[in-house]
């Protein structure tokens, strides 16, 4: 009797701990270039132990591997195949090339990868970059104490896996947080907690969208992250224009299901949306049945007086989520984020969390508990909104001394948005500045429509006060 597979595999010692690796590697290998053809019935599980002197379950384990890649399949009583799908090579043995993959989804990230990522801000004299906040003044002697309570609290009980939507205790401090501070009624129940806003987004793409289906109305310019949560899930977006007043709702197609915006600061143009538009808004998600993602990402920082209300308090059909952030009022390293959900939607979104990592980092959750509980976040933000208020009203009496600029105006948040006249582009001058130790950024990464903005982002939190108008003046003389 012949072997039972048309190849020699060379089977690993009895008793070694590579046994299975072994031997799921070479059957791979023998499927992707060929030795094995698509279609091939291969031998039970039971012959082939016997062949190769191994228990059952270790042939199992092996066909197991294989199954969940999609390299062999399965037939109810019917036998065990090498899949048709199986990946092949090209003609010089080489594994296909992203090109030959066609799926929109492999297409996209062929064409436009998206990698974001924030330099440190030693290698400039003057840093004007967004996104980051000013951590120089955080409380850190705080945070370390109750980081430390929370250390001490898992030495004496250690936890296993917890609840994939958050600690109760963060949860209700997130709920009175956002009661107090943005007007949003909602309870623990309503709040998941997760690693920052992005995967906020991520987990709402996944739960809202049907590949190469759903239609999701952006902000144009708008925030690229967000963009990108969407597209990676295969959604169709639909940019629309933003005026003084927001999102222009009249522009937003009517088959789009999901509109994503930020109403309490516009990112990157900077305006607060107005209460017609707010309406409007709800009352567009009202009647095509969408949902609407409000990322509220710096609104606490409002220079003008108290924060305008969130959009979320305004929904009496519950159709927003109500995305929010430590990474602004805090700091990014803590990635720390909640997003608030209708009813309706909460099992769903948990559920998408639990598939993701299970769960957040506990004792960070633990720690920002006692921190809001004990009132010290907010202490930080009352401190913040002075130290930022006063950076930004300097930074506007320098920006205003600039000929052709047009300033836009800034109520709230932790930038400053610029215009340029047409003779400049402010790619080309954010990329020059660089060179001269100058951080800032063009708009027009913000954008996908053809007809970009052309101007210029000035970020309030990695520059010290003394040096913002110094900063504006050396940029000055490249847009002369």
């Known amino acids: 009797m012949g072997p039972a597979l048309p190849l020699t595999i060379n089977v690993p010692e009895h008793g ?15 499927i992707i270039d060929g030795r094995l053809k698509p279609g091939l019935r291969l031998p039970s599980s039971r012959s082939l132990a016997q062949e190769w002197r191994v228990s059952r379950n270790c042939v199992v384990a092996v066909y197991d591997l294989l199954l969940s890649e999609g390299y062999i399949r399965a ?37 436009k990868p998206r990698i974001f990522r ?23 002697d705080w945070w370390r104490r109750l980081s430390a309570r929370a250390l001490r609290a898992f030495s004496r009980a250690p936890g296993g896996y917890a609840e994939p939507e958050g600690r109760q205790s963060l949860r209700e401090a997130i709920a009175r947080h956002v009661s107090l501070t943005r ?16 995967q906020a987004f991520n987990l709402l793409a996944r739960v809202l969208v049907t590949p190469g289906k759903t239609v999701v109305a952006l902000e144009d310019p708008g925030y690229p992250p967000m963009r990108e949560a969407f597209v990676s899930c295969g959604a169709k977006l639909a940019p629309v224009p933003v005026d003084s007043e927001g999102i222009v709702v009249e522009r937003i197609p009517h088959g789009a299901r999901i509109v994503c915006v930020t109403p309490s600061h516009q990112f990157p143009m900077g305006c607060v949306m107005s209460a017609r538009r707010r309406a409007a808004l709800l009352d567009f998600a009202r009647r095509r049945r969408a949902v ?31 995305v929010g952030t430590f990474s602004k009022c805090l700091f990014p390293a803590l990635r720390l984020g909640f997003v608030v959900v209708p009813a309706w939607a909460r099992e769903a979104v948990i559920a998408a969390k639990q598939r993701s990592d299970w769960h957040g980092a506990l004792l960070s959750q633990d720690a920002l508990a006692v921190f809001m509980a004990e009132g010290h976040l907010a202490r930080h933000v009352r401190k913040m909104r002075s130290v930022y208020r006063e950076r930004r009203d300097v930074l506007l009496h320098a920006l205003r001394q ?21 003779r400049l582009n402010a790619a ?26 052309n101007g210029l982002l000035w970020g309030l939190g990695q520059i010290a006060t003394p040096r913002v108008e110094a900063g504006v003046q050396r940029l000055s003389r490249m847009l002369r």
Do not use: M
Request: hydrophobic content about 40%; proline content about 7%.
């Open 16 to 30: 070694s701990r590579r046994l299975i690796k072994d031997l799921h590697a070479q059957l791979r290998s023998a």
């Open 75 to 111: 037939l109810p009583r019917g036998g065990t195949y090498v899949a048709d799908t199986a990946l092949r090579p090209t003609e010089r043995g080489k594994a296909l090339p992203l090109d030959n993959l066609q799926s929109p989804l492999a297409r996209h990230w062929r064409s």
């Open 118 to 140: 924030f330099e440190p801000s030693s290698g400039f004299e003057f840093d004007f970059g967004v996104g980051v906040p000013d951590t120089s003044v955080f409380p850190f």
């Open 183 to 198: 007007a949003v009624a909602c309870n623990a129940d309503d709040v998941v907690v997760t690693s920052g806003a992005q």
């Open 292 to 322: 609407v993602i409000e990322d509220d990402y710096d609104g606490e920082f409002s220079h003008t007086g108290r924060p305008l209300d969130a959009l979320k308090t305004l929904d009496t059909a519950h159709c927003v989520f109500y």
């Open 402 to 422: 600039l000929p052709g600029v047009d300033v836009l105006p800034a109520e709230a948040g932790l930038h400053v948005t610029t215009l340029l006249p047409r």
């Open 428 to 453: 080309r001058i954010a990329a020059a500045a660089a060179n001269d130790g100058i951080r800032i950024y063009s708009l027009e990464w913000c954008s996908i429509s053809k007809k970009r903005p």
